[in-house]
């Protein structure tokens, strides 16, 4: 194996350059997708074992549409015997959108003249959090620009400043947070103010991709962004989560990138990520991309089966960059979470704007469905929405993949703590016949559950929901 020259300290070898873009282009170019070996390696993923670089690989290669179809199927399979019903949600919230670095496809460029800039003060950062509580939401992410006014300190303080919002029986349960690599004190002061996941996209895994992009500002240095996540955990932040921006280099060296990522993070902390995200690069304020890289809903869909079945256990991302008939389509391979009733505008949720305008923006979304609506949609075709954040609050973390392989964790606590919490909303926030669809919903459930004591724990505490009380969980 060819690896990078080495770019920092022998004697921090968490920090050592992991990517080798020899050694992912060779993988990608000796794996070859006989028929044999792609259903060999789908079903050593539905025996519930994540997959090597090169397996990946063999699926990335299979462009049959009869072994596309048995990978999706594949996928299909896995989510509902792996994560059942359940989808969960959660809302973004821009908090500052001041930014040094440049990144060429981002409307939050420095050099984007064009762009408004503004950092919620403390009394905005409230009326946005109590409008989302207005609309049912319980688990937020954070997102900030690159500026020294985000400093460890100020994140902190904005994180603890979210979880004290309550408006009537909302409240905000779970603070994850997008923002820039920080140094591992940094992480620190962070982790201390009490955040879920902290979450940081390498964009590209391929340097050279990522140095055509990144031409301003700290972002600039691989290394450190990388790095950001093996900085994190020494910190003791042991729920991360990785992406990748689709559209700026080649899809399938970035599933290899994700994939060499996650293998890394086990490697060293003996956890891997909680979380991937996989964005497609959206239209932004005078955005600079290649046709070249922009990934088809063809190749979209089939990329996300692909990576439900290398990392059967952690999580999926889809966010509203994705329009609906596509995430309608990939949750069914196992996405696991899903945002609802998202705005990406500054002030986006307190000053509801009716026209986009991409100069107050980072980027345009596709999805434009309220939260009351995505649930709507999602009872219809009999989801379960969830908004748990029992295991976080448990200090269930780090082992990521517990829902997965301990037996009976799903039933004993994903599904009911998924039912307690939609009832919450049913109760609180439902409108227009979602409350009756939802109980209905709920009633199928339960009757498909065996009758043992979890089930009858879950049913009195329904009835306790029903009569006003909250926040209770397995
Ligand atoms: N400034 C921090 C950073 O860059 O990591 C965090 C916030 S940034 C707004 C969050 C993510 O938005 C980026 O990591 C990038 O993947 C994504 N993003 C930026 N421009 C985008 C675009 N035009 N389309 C889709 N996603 C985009
Ligand atoms: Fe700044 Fe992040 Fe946008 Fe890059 S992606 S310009 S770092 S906000």
């Known amino acids: 194996m060819i690896y990078e020259p080495q770019v920092y300290a022998i004697e921090d070898k968490s920090r050592l350059p992991f990517i080798s873009t020899t050694e992912i282009e060779e993988m990608l170019h000796q794996a070859t997708a006989g028929r044999t070996r792609v259903r060999e390696i789908i079903a050593k993923s539905l025996s519930k074992k994540r997959l090597s670089m090169q397996e990946t690989a063999v699926l990335i290669q299979a462009t049959d549409s009869e072994l596309v179809e048995e990978i999706k199927a594949g996928a299909r399979k896995l989510k509902e015997q792996v994560y059942g019903k359940r989808i969960v949600l959660f809302a973004p919230l821009y908090v500052g959108n001041l930014c040094t670095n440049n990144c060429e496809y981002?409307?939050?460029?420095?050099?984007?003249?064009?762009?408004?800039?503004?950092?919620?003060?403390?009394?905005?950062?409230?009326?946005?959090?109590?409008?989302?509580?207005?609309?049912?939401?319980?688990?937020?992410?954070?997102?900030?620009?690159?500026?020294?006014?985000?400093?460890?300190?100020?994140?902190?303080?904005?994180?603890?400043?979210?979880?004290?919002?309550?408006?009537?029986?909302?409240?905000?349960?779970?603070?994850?947070?997008?923002?820039?690599?920080?140094?591992?004190?940094?992480?620190?002061?962070?982790?201390?103010?009490?955040?879920?996941?902290?979450?940081?996209?390498?964009?590209?895994?391929?340097?050279?991709?990522?140095?055509?992009?990144?031409?301003?500002?700290?972002?600039?240095?691989?290394?450190?962004?990388?790095?950001?996540?093996?900085?994190?955990?020494?910190?003791?932040?042991?729920?991360?989560?990785?992406?990748?921006?689709?559209?700026?280099?080649?899809?399938?060296?970035?599933?290899?990138?994700?994939?060499?990522?996650?293998?890394?993070?086990?490697?060293?902390?003996?956890?891997?990520?909680?979380?991937?995200?996989?964005?497609?690069?959206?239209?932004a304020s005078n955005v600079k991309y290649d046709p070249k890289w922009i990934l088809s809903d063809e190749d979209f869909t089939r990329m996300v089966a692909i990576l439900r079945l290398a990392v059967p256990y952690t999580g999926l991302i889809l966010t509203a960059r994705e329009p609906a008939e596509i995430r309608d389509e990939v949750l069914q391979f196992g996405v696991s979470q899903i945002d609802g009733g998202t705005k990406i505008e500054m002030k986006g949720y307190s000053e509801l704007k009716k026209e986009q305008n991409l100069d107050s923006e980072q980027f345009e979304i596709s999805d434009n469905r309220s939260l009351a609506e995505v649930m709507d949609e999602l009872i219809d075709k009999e989801y379960l929405p969830s908004f748990c954040t029992a295991c976080y609050r448990t200090g269930r973390t780090g082992e990521h993949f517990m829902e997965f392989s301990v037996p009976g964790f799903i039933k004993r606590y994903c599904s009911p703590n998924a039912i307690l919490t939609m009832a919450e909303y049913l109760e609180d926030y439902a409108k227009n016949g979602t409350k009756e669809k939802g109980y209905r919903l709920i009633k199928k459930n339960l009757e498909e559950m065996e009758k043992d004591q979890f089930k009858e724990r879950l049913e009195e505490r329904l009835e306790l929901v029903k009569k006003g009380e909250r926040d209770l969980y397995f």
Request: with cysteine; net charge positive; aromatic share 10%.
């Open 106 to 283: 981002c409307g939050f460029r420095a050099k984007n003249k064009d762009q408004k800039r503004t950092t919620l003060s403390h009394s905005e950062l409230i009326q946005e959090v109590e409008m989302l509580e207005d609309m049912g939401q319980k688990r937020l992410i954070l997102v900030y620009g690159e500026h020294p006014k985000y400093s460890p300190e100020f994140i902190a303080e904005t994180v603890r400043t979210v979880y004290k919002v309550k408006k009537g029986n909302g409240e905000i349960r779970r603070v994850n947070i997008n923002a820039a690599p920080l140094t591992i004190d940094g992480f620190r002061k962070v982790k201390e103010a009490g955040i879920g996941t902290y979450q940081v996209f390498q964009e590209s895994y391929n340097r050279e991709a990522y140095s055509i992009y990144h031409t301003g500002g700290k972002k600039k240095d691989y290394d450190w962004r990388i790095s950001a996540l093996d900085r994190a955990q020494e910190a003791g932040i042991d729920d991360v989560g990785i992406g990748a921006l689709f559209g700026l280099h080649d899809w399938r060296f970035e599933v290899m990138g994700l994939i060499r990522h996650v293998n890394h993070l086990e490697a060293v902390f003996n956890v891997g990520p909680h979380t991937i995200s996989f964005p497609r690069l959206q239209k």
